[in-house]
Each structure stands twice: as structure tokens, then as C-alpha cells.
């Protein structure tokens, strides 16, 4: 649900430096560009399953917005925003196309601030799943894959996408666990916080986008966050690697 509201020619002139510089990187590197081949399954299922979350859960609170604008569905064409995916592919982070929900239309059993905490909740916690699965099916390959087949080619590649997936998953639920605007952790710490706390910060909104903008195009998102995901990746991978039995 990452959704800007700044003047939109701003934005694209930071994201057209940060690509420019992304593709600088490339040129310089080739071997960047296989890494980027690896990275787009994983980037596609990352942010599917990211949005489909958003909608499916929204759908099950009551709101059918998602539902009549086509985005209950595992369909990529559905979810994916051109700019966003690019980003997350060149430069490590990005977006899908945000889904609309209308809060008006949650279930009555409990706030429509909690329904859209849940809600916004959703996405992130759908990528730690997907990373625990990939998680399950790289140490299973591992496992019962024979020799030949993982020092083949073939084989290399395979386990290299399986872990691309697991850390893209990671890497997209942590990112999206800022609670800065317009990332899903704004919203999912709305329940948590006290009224005067809370006014503070719809108030003054516009103040924490620029935070985020600031701290997005300076790469200091990516230093914060960066240890989580490796920590995270590591510690999901090694309960899989548990159940399989294989050494931590």
C-alpha cells in the first residue's frame, strides 16, 4: 500500500537520478545485470503477493473496493506499478500499485483504525510467509537435490532464485514495517499509540513524508533496515535448514 503524495514530477525526478545511478552501476558491471535476471521472479511474487494480501484481507473486513477494481487476484499485471517494480529490481526497493480501500465499508466489530491496521498489516506478514516457504523448498532441494543437480547450471540458478525470493520477501515486509507515511508501518501503529500521539502525527503528516523522502533517496532506509533483513533472512532460512535436519 505505498501510495506518494508529493507533487508526482518531484518524484520522478529522484527516481530518474536513483535509475540513472542504478544503471550507471550495470554498465560498470555486468555481472549486475544476472543478478537483476535472478531478482525479477522474486520481485514479482513479492509484490503479488504483497497486494493480493492487502485486497484479500480488506475483502474479508468488508470492503469490497479491491474486489470490484480487479485486485483480488494473483494476477502480476494486477498488482505491479512499472516505476515501483523497476526500483525494487535496480535499486533494492519499491512499491506495487497501491490498493484503494474505503474504511467506511469495514466490518463493525471492531475500529476501522484497527481494521486498517490489520489491513495494512497483511501485506508484510504475506512476505514473511512467502520467504518461510521458499525458505522450506530451498533447504528441500538442498536436501534431496543430487549432487550433480545443484553443482549443475541449472541447478545453481534454481537455488540462487529460491534465495533471491526469500530475501526479496524479507527485504519488501521490513521495508514496509517503517512506520513512516506512506509505508504499511504508519498505519499498523495507529491502534498502539495515544490520542495526543496520534492527532501529532496525522497533523503533521507531510513533515514524516519528507522524512521518508530523505531518508529513501540518502540510502539511510537501507543502513537501518538493511541488518534486519539479513538477521531476519538468516534466522528463517536456519529454522528451515532445522526441519530438514541440516546443519545451522
Known amino acids: 500500500m505505498f501510495n506518494f503524495q508529493f507533487d508526482r514530477k518531484i518524484i520522478m525526478v529522484i527516481i530518474g537520478i536513483l535509475l540513472l545511478a542504478a544503471i550507471v552501476q550495470f554498465t560498470a558491471n555486468p555481472g549486475m545485470l544476472i543478478s537483476l535476471l535472478i531478482s525479477a521472479p522474486a520481485v514479482l511474487i513479492a509484490i503479488t503477493f504483497h497486494e493480493f494480501a492487502h485486497a484479500f484481507v480488506a475483502d474479508k473486513l468488508g470492503d469490497d473496493t479491491a474486489r470490484r477494481e480487479g485486485r483480488l487476484n494473483l494476477n502480476p499485471f494486477s498488482h505491479l506499478d512499472p516505476i515501483g517494480t523497476l526500483m525494487l529490481l535496480v535499486a ?4 506495487g500499485k497501491p490498493v484503494h480501500v474505503d474504511p467506511r465499508n469495514y466490518t463493525r466489530k471492531m475500529s476501522m483504525e484497527k481494521c486498517e491496521a490489520i489491513v495494512s498489516a497483511a501485506g508484510p506478514v504475506m512476505n514473511i510467509i512467502l520467504a518461510f516457504v521458499f525458505a522450506i523448498v530451498y533447504c528441500a532441494v538442498y536436501k534431496f537435490g543430487s ?23 524479507v527485504g519488501l515486509g521490513v521495508f514496509n514495517l517503517i512506520p513512516l507515511p506512506p509505508l504499511d508501518g504508519s498505519k499498523i501503529i495507529m491502534p498502539f499509540l495515544p490520542y495526543n500521539a496520534k492527532q501529532w502525527f496525522v497533523s503533521n503528516g507531510n513533515v514524516f513524508y519528507i522524512i521518508f ?7 539511510i532506509a537501507g543502513m537501518i533496515i538493511s541488518p534486519a533483513i539479513g538477521w531476519i533472512s538468516t534466522g528463517i532460512i536456519n529454522l528451515a535448514r532445522l526441519i530438514f535436519g541440516l546443519p545451522v
Not at 154 to 164: H, K
Not at 213 to 219: F, K
Open 92 to 95: 533494492g526497493f519499491g512499491w
Open 213 to 219: 523522502v530523505v531518508i529513501w533517496i540518502t540510502g
Open 147 to 169: 549432487m550433480q543437480f545443484l553443482s549443475s547450471s541449472v541447478g545453481s540458478v534454481i537455488m540462487l532464485i529460491l534465495w533471491a525470493i526469500v530475501t526479496t520477501n
